[in-house]
Nanobody
Framework: QVQLLESGGGLVQAGGSLRLSCAVS????????MGWYRQAPGKEREMVAV???????NYADSVKGRFTISRDNAKNTQYLQMNSLKPEDTAVYYC?????????????WGQGTQVTVSS
């Protein structure tokens, strides 16, 4: 059983910072791409940032220069450092991992963590 456990969400004022973490556990052979997605009320889920197995990141244009994605392969954990937060960053943030187990190769999702940025 694979689990993705997120932490680090909360309420912050505009201009502030938060750091999200996502730890992957279970019978994992290899984690390929990891990423963060978000969904605001009434909107579709969108990609925020992804990082491949060698650490190369890609970001949505809306967060470039403010957010930094990273991963610690030894700990099966990824992070999202969010700086200069804006009210429009308010959303539920989900971590995602494409990974291999002995039985399958598929995408897994965390339960989501709320990030609220007040103006």
């Amino acid at each position: 059983q694979v689990q993705l456990l997120e932490s680090g969400g909360g309420l912050v004022q505009a201009g502030g910072s938060l750091r999200l973490s996502c730890a992957v556990s279970g019978d994992i052979l290899r984690i390929h791409v990891m990423g963060w997605y978000r969904q605001a009320p009434g909107k579709e889920r969108e990609m925020v940032a992804v990082i491949n197995s060698v650490g190369s990141p890609n970001y949505a244009d809306s967060v470039k220069g403010r957010f930094t994605i990273s991963r610690d392969n030894a700990k099966n954990t990824q992070y999202l450092q969010m700086n200069s937060l804006k009210p429009e960053d308010t959303a539920v943030y989900y971590c995602n991992a494409d990974l291999s187990t002995r039985m399958t190769l598929r995408s897994y999702w965390g339960q989501g963590t709320q990030v609220t940025v007040s103006s």
